[in-house]
């Protein structure tokens, strides 16, 4: 909670917003803590999602099921806001699934409850804006890198951002997220090791 809410009070820092006692009661009380396995599906393709989440601790992956191999296409760290946000806001059904790759403790808040806060606090705005932004923001930045960027680029940038992903993340699922097959990868990583 206290990640969260040193987040929250750092986005509201930004926005010019002071958060009042009645608002973080509000804000605290909608909120729920959950812990998830490794492997746990969190969203499903087909089903509308109905969570925001705030990732306190652990790594998930959105990916595209295929019969063959799935398709990663972002990968999400700790300290960060993590959705089907498409589904989430449309409230219609999710494309893609959204897994756990660690044990991962969530914060979660229902669509419902989002709204609720959004009619009865100020500052409520200020964590749909912000959660809206930070998840645009990853997703703009990961398309122009797809479109800009060699496939070893976007390697080497990934672990400057986490340089801990290979011990969380397989090796199939980065090179799925950087656009290339594990043959490949592996030659990306000899060529820079």
Do not use: C
């Amino acid at each position: 909670m206290e990640q969260l809410k040193a987040y929250l009070k750092d986005s509201s820092r930004l926005a010019g917003l002071n958060p009042s006692e009645k608002d973080w009661d509000i804000i605290l009380t909608k909120l729920v803590r959950q812990e998830f396995p490794k492997k746990h599906i969190l969203s499903t393709a087909g089903q509308t999602e109905n969570y925001l989440n705030f990732i306190e601790s652990g790594v998930a992956r959105f990916y595209i099921p295929k019969e063959e191999n799935d398709v990663t296409f972002n990968i999400v760290f700790d300290t960060g806001f993590l959705s089907a946000y498409d589904s989430f806001l449309t409230q219609t059904p999710s494309t893609y699934n959204i897994e756990t790759l660690t044990d991962t403790v969530l914060w979660r808040m229902t669509y419902n409850d989002l709204q609720a806060i959004y009619k009865e606090t100020e500052f409520g705005n200020v964590i749909g804006r912000q959660a809206g932004e930070e998840l645009f923001l990853k997703k703009q930045k990961r398309e122009l890198e797809l479109l800009n960027l060699t496939a070893e680029q976007r390697y080497i940038n990934l672990f400057s951002e986490q340089p801990q992903l290979l011990q969380k993340v397989p090796l199939k699922y980065i090179a799925s997220f950087i656009g290339v097959t594990p043959q490949a990868l592996s030659r990306i990583r000899k060529r820079i090791y």
